[in-house]
């Protein structure tokens, strides 16, 4: 395990609400990425948060933010939910180090189903 | 563009036979390649890795080959056993990048036959 935990589960939402997803990183990492992952695909990177800011963006619409807090952990929330919206919600963490090769590491994933 | 894309979607080996997962990525700035291995219901898990510098590297039981004339990565596995089914994505990262975003390919599902 990579000690990358999320909340919830599993969620179900109805088109048009928001939704907040969790993710407690690995100890001692000081950055998280947010990624979607639509079944029978690869993941797609969201954002990512060091330090508690934003530091890259995705090709995702605004109703897609994030929050990281002082212990590093971190939120995605979604707003105006759209079916399309359906898929796996994957947080990694890792330690910047400035460099490529720094390695992320995944949590089990949220399954968000949009009703 | 930035993308990542696979031969096969499916493979399929005899147990404790070599496996062999292809890939072919488009962005020839990228620097370096990473694949991952995602079981059911779990997250991605790093594999193995290699910088754009290096034309192959080691792991334990697992080999990966870069061509970069090609742009062609693979995965071999050596001595395919149960455990390793699961789908497997190489993926990209380039450091031109202000982020640390990784591109993930498609993925191919590594089917192991008894």
């Known amino acids: 395990e990579t000690g990358v935990t999320q909340s919830p589960t599993h969620l179900i939402k109805t088109r048009g609400q928001q939704v907040t997803l969790r993710c407690s990183s690995q100890?001692?990492?000081?950055?998280v990425s947010w990624y979607q992952q639509a079944l029978g695909q690869g993941p797609q990177f969201i954002f990512q948060y060091y330090r508690e800011e934003e530091n890259g963006r995705g090709n995702f619409p605004p109703r897609f933010s994030g929050l990281q807090f002082p212990n590093y952990s971190s939120e995605l929330n979604v707003n105006a939910l759209e079916l399309d919206d359906s898929a796996l919600y994957l947080c990694?963490?890792?330690?910047?180090?400035?460099?490529?090769?720094?390695?992320?590491?995944f949590g089990p994933g949220t399954r968000l189903t949009v009703l | 563009g930035e993308s990542v894309g696979l031969h096969l979607p499916t493979l399929s080996v005899q147990e404790g036979d070599n496996s062999i997962i292809n890939c072919a990525y488009s962005?020839?700035?990228?620097?370096?390649f990473i694949w991952y291995k995602q079981e059911s219901g779990k997250g991605p898990q790093f594999i193995i890795d290699i910088r754009s510098n290096m034309d192959k590297r080691q792991g334990q039981r697992v080999t990966v080959l870069l061509n970069k004339t090609v742009k062609h990565l693979s995965l071999q596995i050596a001595a395919t056993q149960p455990g390793d089914s699961a789908v497997y994505f190489c993926a990209e990262k380039w450091d031109a990048n202000r982020d640390d975003k990784i591109i993930f390919g498609k993925g191919t599902r590594l089917h192991i036959l008894p």
């Open positions: 100890s001692g990492h000081n950055t």
């Open positions: 962005n020839s700035a990228s620097d370096y």
């Open positions: 990694a963490s890792s330690l910047w180090g400035g460099s490529i090769t720094d390695t992320q590491y």
